[in-house]
């Protein structure tokens, strides 16, 4: 294989090299190496399309190195689609073969067999909870969805809910808040074990025949269910990294590939959580729920964390802040940098654990000077990282998903 | 590189402040000056003034060249790296040092990026005003390297207008305090000499910046035309009215079809041939009277339509489409050449016409947008750097514009500097005498011109003055 082939280099070709991307990437700020900035990987990248460097350890170390936030994305005048480009690099360099045995090894555990399978990640989440309990957040449940929920009130609406691997394992807290929200806002939820695993972490890293194979089992599951005239349900996320991944699920295939078009059109059924509710008549169901509480009032001020593939990747900023001030007798204080990354970035914060915290510091610091008392975010990855953050600070502030605090809000 | 050296550098910096391998250095072969490429030998990453200091004299003992380098967003080339040279980044001098709200000015490390000074202060309804188009990215270091403009230094003069002070270290490794004399210099004013040198005596590492009231009121007006010829010639009469608004920028028609595709997505009309683009700040009464003074004024040049961002959201949207008209040009092809000339305003129209000529009969693709209230031009051309014909074709192009410039009583560069990319230029604005008196001056500082030989000042100057 020719190393030059790894790289998208038409999409490399899109950055002009303005530089307005530095100051956003988190490994730049953190280390100030040009190599570790988005200019730097894409000139590294064209350089090595070009023929002037090769895909060597360095190269690789840079290309792993980056957390996949894509902050960098939002600020790209010039248009480059950094994740993907990023991707696409990634799974070239794990068909080189470039990283070190103990790494393939590794990742072929976790992305061969865990996030194939549930009942292996399952066992894995129970001995993560006995052997590394500081990972773990302080509520973490397993809870699998039962395949109907029902509306409450008026049905308006069917929907699929993704349930998601790691959401199930250790926040199935989250997944029955999540449905039960969106039956009190008259949707009707369904979920399915066939939809396990999206994939959005095989292709972060470079693992697109697992991505891939991962896809079509989601495209077959979500296909199966479809509403009364026939149409698949439109597929709902509380993950910020599954539901982007979803929305670009296409670029997974060749054009010619019968599944490009099954997966585009799976992208474009696919929502976040928090667009759903905050559309009519979704969002003035809710409202008419909310009730102001002891409970409700003892989480507030609370701070808004957005997680960076809603931001970033899926352009998902408007809807949650509209969602949280729905709650009564509940303040919302500002979070700086609250588009910056915390660390967490999937695996990212296993395989640079120092990096990670290093980011996170800057995080809980923007966090204690808000003075909220409630951390708000939706993304499993950024869930844990912010929980395990606050824990080792000793900060009296409580992370909780969007869907729970609608859910809390909403009880009756 | 010598091993010694080597090792002495790494017992200073650590392995986080060196880039030694290959395939890290690579990215550092180019500032915004993209098709000029040449590999550093080795990256320094100090983190303070006394890290630079000492690298500095290892590297003076040695006799190696130096280029020093902030974000690299630079458009002359200043931050290219020279054969068998270092680079010294800032990019892990981000402090900000101290804030003196009452003196109103900061003292802040080389590498801190220009927006996030602002940033620091806006509570204190304070601001850093120049303003370059990448200031979020770009380090005040550089700035003071460049004398660096941008649209609001119209109304508050560029860099050197707000440089107080500034700790240097010297090719030698010394380290030169100029930060106390904060009024009136006292003896010769080494801190403007160094303001806009190009990075040619040395490298400022603390830097002592004025900081400017935030005005009370704040608007940003649209003026649109059919034509560039009148959005061109509007600008003179708003200067010759009094009008005289903060920031006057023009956009013309490819450059709004660019920045309104992009992410900025910032709300220029595309229906518009050329937009002028106007800030009015001062106090309430003051900046009703400049509207009313404006309006008939851009009605009587032809403008089919003047309007007022609603708010500070549309404002800082506005803004963000100008700033990011450079990135945003990259949709267009894969490099853009940003030229940088100035021509006396009152010619404005007839050089932004001459620059579309020369230009088109080169067969290439050009977008104007630019500080009109300064008559510094941005023609952006744009190319492939990989298509060497038309690399040589832009390059040529370039040069005919800033001939015209100077034939028209122009200068060679508004804001970007004259680094590498206009270095031959200065000797069509310059006598020989001229530039041998510039060499004495570098060599007062610095007598073996090891710091970024290359750029600003012809090395064939240097080389007669020495004979």
Redesign the interface.
Known sequence: MDARTIIDYAKSLDCVHCGLCLNTCPTYRLTGREPSSPRGRIHLMRSLAEGEIQADADFAHEMDFCLLCRHCESVCPSGVKFGALMEHTRAGLAALEKRPLHVRLARAIGFGVLLRDRGALSLAAALARVFAPARMPLRAERAYQPTLTPAEGERTSAVLMLEGCVMSEIFGGVNRATAAVLARAGCEVRATPQLFCCGSLHAHSGESSGARALAREAIEASEALCDERGAPLPLVSNSAGCGAHLKELAALFEEADPWHARAAALSARTLDFSQLLAREPQRSLLAARMRASSELAELSPIAWDDPCHLCHAQGVRREPRALLALLPGVTRVELAGSEDCCGSAGAWSLTHASESSALLEGKLEALRASGARTLVTSNPGCHMQWDAGVRRAGLDVRVLHLAELLELATRN | MDPGLLRGLREILGE?GL?E????R???E?D?L?FARQLPEL?L?PRNTDETARCMRLLDEAHVPIVARG???GLSGGATPVEHGVLI?T??M?AILEIDERNRFARVQA?V?N??LSHAVEQLGLFYAPDPS?Q???TLGGNVAENSGGPHCFRHGTTTRHVLGLVIVTPQGEVLDLSKARAEPEGLDLVGFFTGSEGMLGVATELTLRLTQTPPVVETWLALFRELDEACECVSDLIRARAEPSAIEILDQLTIEA?E????RAGYPKEAGAVLLLELEGRESEVAAQARILEPLVRARGAFELRRARDPAERTRLWAGRK????????VA???YVCDAVVPRRKLRELVRETTAICEARGLKVANVFHAGDGNLHPNISY?RRDKEELARVLDAGDAILKACLAAGGTLSGEHGIGLEKIGAMEWLFTREDLAAMCRAREAWDPECRMNPGKLIPMRACMETRT
């Open positions: 986080a880039v391998r290959r395939n890290q690579v990215p550092y180019c915004g993209a990256v990453l974000a690299g967003t980044g990019s892990r981000r590498g990026v927006v996030d990448s979020k990215a770009c920045v595709a992009s992410v900025l990011g008209a450079y990135g945003a040009m990259g949709r894969p490099d853009l492939d």
